[in-house]
């Protein structure tokens, strides 16, 4: 079925580096979703793109969607332990009805 | 997740049995959904509901049903023909085109 990529599955960073996971569609994204699940717990949402090219920024968080709508990506800029998790893109890809989700970048932050 | 409440939060499940996972919601949410995720590999959907008294496959159907006779609810049966139900199965639900919310899971164990 249609899906949608996400890399790295694992990223090991000091605290105060930055991070960054990578989301990719082989067809067009309607929009494009993130969510954050912490360990033990569930997705919670994050921000939602829509248009091509947009960037949208939550504190030291910044979310780009690409040009042709098919990829994205999330940039933390300074880690904090706080921002430990599984971080997951979300899309509409090409005739799908439903929301995929990458298969996620497991952050930790090593203090 | 407010307004997404799913019981039991751990299940144990024997040889043959079939067992049901509870999903309620108060957020009057036309739609509802039903994931499963196991380690390193995201959310892959069962089954979702648009609206009352409808509901369809998913990517990951086989040896799962579910019923949605109200709105609130949304219960996800395992059935014995499920061979390998051990994982983190996460309920979540929207409206139209919004991000989804999610419950915090039940984690299904095989006895």
């Known amino acids: 079925g249609q899906q949608v990529m996400q890399i790295p599955q694992y990223q090991h960073v000091q605290e105060g580096e930055d991070f960054t996971t990578y989301c990719n569609s082989s067809?067009?994204?309607?929009?494009i979703q993130w969510y954050k699940q912490r360990p033990g717990g569930h997705p919670v949402f994050l921000i939602q793109l829509v248009k091509s090219g947009e960037v949208k920024k939550q504190k030291r968080l910044t979310f780009q969607f690409g040009e042709a709508k098919k990829n994205s990506s999330l940039h933390i800029t300074a880690t904090q332990t706080t921002d430990v998790g599984t971080y997951f893109c979300?899309?509409?890809?090409?005739?799908?009805?439903?929301?995929?989700f990458g298969s996620g970048t497991q952050l930790t932050v090593l203090p | 997740d407010g307004g997404i409440t799913q019981s039991p939060k751990y299940l144990f499940r024997k040889e043959g049995q079939n067992v049901t996972l509870s999903c309620e919601q108060n957020?009057?949410?036309?739609?509802m959904y039903w994931y499963r995720q196991d380690p390193g590999q995201g959310l892959r959907l069962i089954y979702y509901?648009?609206?009352?008294?409808?509901?369809q496959k998913g990517d990951i159907a086989e040896g799962y049903s579910v019923s949605r006779e109200k709105k609130e609810s949304f219960p996800l049966t395992v059935t014995s023909a499920q061979k390998n139900p051990t994982a983190f199965y996460l309920c979540a639900s929207n409206r139209g085109n919004q991000p989804q919310h999610f419950g915090d899971g039940t984690r299904l164990s095989i006895l």
């Open positions: 067809t067009t994204l309607s929009n």
């Open positions: 979300a899309g509409v890809p090409g005739s799908a009805r439903q929301l995929t």
């Open positions: 509901s648009q609206i009352v008294n409808d509901f």
């Open positions: 957020l009057n949410h036309d739609a």
